[in-house]
């Protein structure tokens, strides 16, 4: 078996999103669903009903409304986006422990990956774009890979930092040198394992990598340029570092210039507290 | 003693002996420790971006956010401690950038603000860590003037 393989099999061993939302999954998957049955789905789950309100409650996610139920938050925000939320709740708990492969501390990697998720709606937000609903939800789960292959990198970072350092490539190419795959397409293969939304699996797949990617996709650009934001504040790196290359062509898509960037930065600072707050 | 925590876009400023000034994850962004070996008097700041022309009205609000107004501000409250341009000692650490040809280089240009700016008011940096692809822990002892920069787990001296 090559590494590849044994990696790709251990996708298989992560413990399964829990129940309600595996029946959400399972319900945006059926084209005659009534999406309705989506908040009695949630409300059997007292737990993810209170974080689910926490977030449709606050200024971020919801503007300021009083939503006191989850029937309500479908009405009013749609289920499209409490289903969104819902992913986005669930994985949250699953993204704080300690990933010891690649360096990171307990909620290190959700740090991270709050951030990258911030900062693609704050890019949205300086370039006068509407993120796509799946914006957020995309850049909070780009990192779960490191969940999958931390694991594998307890034995080989050393190896795959020297190549990187040495040839001058992007961590997820040494990655793939090292291992012969990357913790981007192993998050990709994880999250179709647990049957998340295509789009989201796209944006995961392709996030390091958009210059490839089959087809222009404005969610997967502003996650681009979100993992880039988020190297560049520091917050929450292991031992990857800023070891990320950004794309040009992105930014010319998206009209992205430096002052743009820089504001974008800024802006990315006045959301994360609150944002930090609602997956403490 | 305590340690105290400087976020991005924050200044820190102590003179209690047993105090440790402490700023984590510098990715571009750029720190800098100031501090007077008379007066122990010690500061850290945390810039995040370059230059306050970028967004004059944040800069208003949140001088510590750029390096061209928030560095002014710390030696400033170090004066106001009784510090002197003679003795401070500063050092700094960060600016790091991404991979390859970085197009936006915030941390190169934070290092090159930072340099030239203190230049233009004839301070000089004790030493300095700057550049590569990896973030950085900077912290800085209030009872010795010890400055130490932490990447991938590994402390050193600065």
Redesign the interface.
């Known amino acids: 078996m090559s590494r590849r393989d044994e990696i790709l099999a251990s996708v298989k061993s992560v413990e399964a999103m829990p129940s309600a939302i595996q029946q959400a999954l399972a319900l945006l998957r059926d084209p005659d669903a009534d999406m309705h049955e989506l908040s009695r789905i949630i409300e059997f789950d007292p737990g993810l009903t209170a974080n689910i309100l926490r977030l449709v409650n606050s200024a971020y996610f919801g503007g300021l409304r009083t939503i006191t139920s989850v029937r309500e938050a479908v009405l009013r925000l749609g289920s499209s986006q409490v289903f969104h939320l819902l992913i986005a709740a669930g994985v949250a708990p699953r993204l704080r422990k300690e990933i010891k492969g690649y360096?990171l501390s307990p909620g290190m990697l959700l740090e991270n990956s709050m951030v990258t998720a911030v900062a693609a709606e704050s890019t949205a937000r300086q370039l006068g774009f509407t993120a796509p609903e799946h914006t957020f939800t995309s850049g909070l789960l780009s990192n779960v890979g490191k969940i999958v292959l931390g694991t594998f990198l307890e034995v080989d970072a050393g190896p795959i930092l020297e190549l990187?350092e040495a040839e001058?490539?992007?961590?997820e190419r040494a990655e793939e040198a090292v291992l012969g795959v990357s913790h981007d397409e192993v998050g990709a293969i994880l999250l179709e394992h647990w049957g998340l939304p295509e789009a989201i699996v796209y944006v995961v797949r392709w996030r390091l990598k958009p210059d490839e990617a089959p087809q222009e996709d404005l969610a997967l650009d502003l996650v681009h340029v979100g993992t880039?934001l988020a190297?560049?504040?520091?917050?929450?790196?292991g031992?990857d570092?800023?070891?990320?290359?950004?794309s040009?062509t992105v930014?010319q898509r998206l009209g992205l210039d430096?002052?743009g960037?820089?504001?974008a930065?800024?802006r990315l600072?006045d959301d994360l507290g609150e944002v930090r707050e609602l997956f403490a | 003693m305590a340690n105290i925590v400087v976020s991005i876009s924050d200044l820190k400023i102590s003179q209690k002996p047993g105090d440790v000034l402490v700023t984590y994850s510098l990715g571009s962004c750029v720190g800098v420790a100031a501090w007077d070996p008379l007066t122990r008097a010690g500061g850290l700041i945390h810039c995040l971006l370059p230059l306050s022309t970028t967004a004059p009205e944040r800069a208003q609000q949140n001088p510590y956010m750029f390096v061209n107004t928030g560095v002014g501000a710390l030696l400033k409250a170090l004066f106001r401690l009784g510090a002197s341009r003679e003795r401070l000692v500063l050092k700094a650490a960060g600016g790091a950038n991404m991979r390859g040809e970085d197009p936006y280089s915030i941390g190169a240009r934070n290092s090159a603000v930072l340099e030239e700016l203190l230049a233009r008011h004839g301070f000089t940096l004790a030493a300095s860590e700057f550049g590569g692809t990896i973030p950085r822990t900077l912290t800085l002892f209030l009872d010795s003037g010890r400055v130490t920069v932490k990447t991938l787990g590994e402390e050193h001296e600065l």
Not at chain 1, 241 to 246: D, V
Request: hydrophobic residues 50%; charged residues 15%.
């Open positions: 360096g990187a001058g490539l992007t961590f880039a190297s560049m504040t520091g917050l929450g790196l031992l570092g800023l070891n990320y290359r950004p040009r930014a430096l002052r960037l820089e504001l930065l800024a600072m």
